[in-house]
Structure formats: C-alpha cells, structure tokens
T-cell receptor, first 114, second 108 residues
Framework: EAQVTQNPRYLITVTGKKLTVTCSQN?????MSWYRQDPGLGLRQIYYSMNVEVTDKGDVPEGYKVSRKEKRNFPLILESPSPNQTSLYFCASSSPTGFGAEAFFGQGTRLTVV | EDQVTQSPEALRLQEGESSSLNCSYT??????LFWYRQDPGKGPEFLFT???AGEEKEKERLKATLTKKESFLHITAPKPEDSATYLCAVKDTDKLIFGTGTRLQVFP
C-alpha cells in the first residue's frame, strides 16, 4: 500500500529538548516536504526536498532543520523547540512531475512544546 | 505576494442541498491548482488538479472548475460523508501555497 508514515503521531516535550520527527515514503518519490498546520493559518511549508541531498527552505523554516540522505526518508529536526512550534505537522511526498501536486500526506504529528 | 483565499470559512448544508466552494488566488506563475479533502485528525487527501482556465474535473458528487483568478468546487446532492474540510492549493515554481480551507458539514 502506497503511504507516507510519520512518527510519532503525538509528542509532548519541553522547551529546548532536541527532537526528531521521522517521515518515510514507500512510493520512490523524489519530492518530499514538511508542513505545519495552525488554526486560521492553513498549511505552511517548512522545508522541501527535490531529491537526495537537495533541500530548500519553504515559507516558515526558522527553528527547523531537515536532511535527505536517502530517497525514502525525510526527517524534521527541532534543535531547540519553543512553545511557538506547537502545531500539527505533516510530511508529504510526490513524483517529480507532480512537484507536490498529487501529493500523498502522512497522518500528521501533533507536537506540544511546554 | 502569492495568496490563496477560500470562502466561505464554514458551510452547513442539508443532505441533497447543492452548493459551491470558492478558491481565489493571486500567483505570479500558476503551475496548477489543487483541491484536497481533509478529515479531522488526518492528512489531506488529493482530489483534483487543474492546470488551465476552462478546465473541469469530476469525481462522484464533486466537480472542480478553474478560471484565470479562481476555482470552484461544486458539490451536487451532498451526503453526510462529504463532511470534511476542503483545501485549495496553488503551485508556484516548487512550492504549494494552501488556503485556510472551507469546513463543510452536511446534515441528514
């Protein structure tokens, strides 16, 4: 079954404690991206990657890092989380011709930073 | 600045009562407009892609249309299972820009 898998689904952490949210896809997609979703603001892109070792900033990259060492994985790293990073996070992947068009989304990670 | 605006924010319909959702956009170089459905606690699910003005796509009770400045998602004779948030997004170069969505509730 084609899918994007994120872990964990729920996470409560304290300010400043480094964390990683994993994302893996099984569709051999080149394009992967991370979004955060906040009430009234919609989905906003954090980072995206067009292929292995190629990443670029989205609209709200501050406070986040990503890496793309393998095609299937695209982890999101928060080096020093702050309460304003409390949000619902989604990872997505698509084929290069789609470029995020027919994107497949993960189930989401609800992060709370206290 | 690229922008996507969806209206209304929320819509309540009786089962069978047809209606339309609007997505207006301003983008320097449109490379596609997309509709997604999102159920509570889940990731968005792709519905349609539209690339050029005049294009239409249909899927069951949903029909998406595109003009040069906006797109409509028409819902014909909706059922309670159509209740969800519908998201519109436009592609500008390598980025998808999302609207804030329309929350649709269909009552029996």
């Amino acid at each position: 079954e084609a899918q994007v898998t994120q872990n964990p689904r729920y996470l409560i952490t304290v300010t400043g404690k480094k964390l990683t949210v994993t994302c893996s896809q099984n569709m051999n997609h080149e394009y992967m991206s991370w979004y955060r979703q906040d009430p009234g603001l919609g989905l906003r892109q954090i980072y995206y990657s067009m292929n292995v070792e190629v990443t670029d900033k989205g609209d709200v990259p501050e406070g986040y890092k990503v890496s793309r060492k393998e095609k299937r994985n695209f982890p999101l790293i928060l080096e020093s989380p702050s309460p304003n990073q409390t949000s619902l996070y989604f990872c997505a992947s698509s084929s290069p011709t789609g470029f995020g068009a027919e994107a497949f989304f993960g189930q989401g990670t609800r992060l709370t930073v206290v | 600045e690229d922008q996507v605006t969806q209206s209304p924010e929320a819509l309540r319909l009786q089962e069978g009562e047809s209606s339309s959702l609007n997505c207006s956009y301003t983008v320097s170089g449109l490379r596609g407009l997309f509709w997604y459905r999102q159920d509570p606690g889940k990731g968005p699910e792709f519905l349609f892609t539209l690339y050029s003005a005049g294009e239409e796509k249909e899927k069951e009770r949903l029909k998406a249309t595109l003009t040069k400045k906006e797109s409509f998602l028409h819902i014909t004779a909706p059922k309670p299972e159509d209740s969800a948030t519908y998201l519109c997004a436009v592609k500008d170069t390598d980025k998808l820009i999302f609207g804030t969505g329309t929350r649709l509730q269909v009552f029996p």
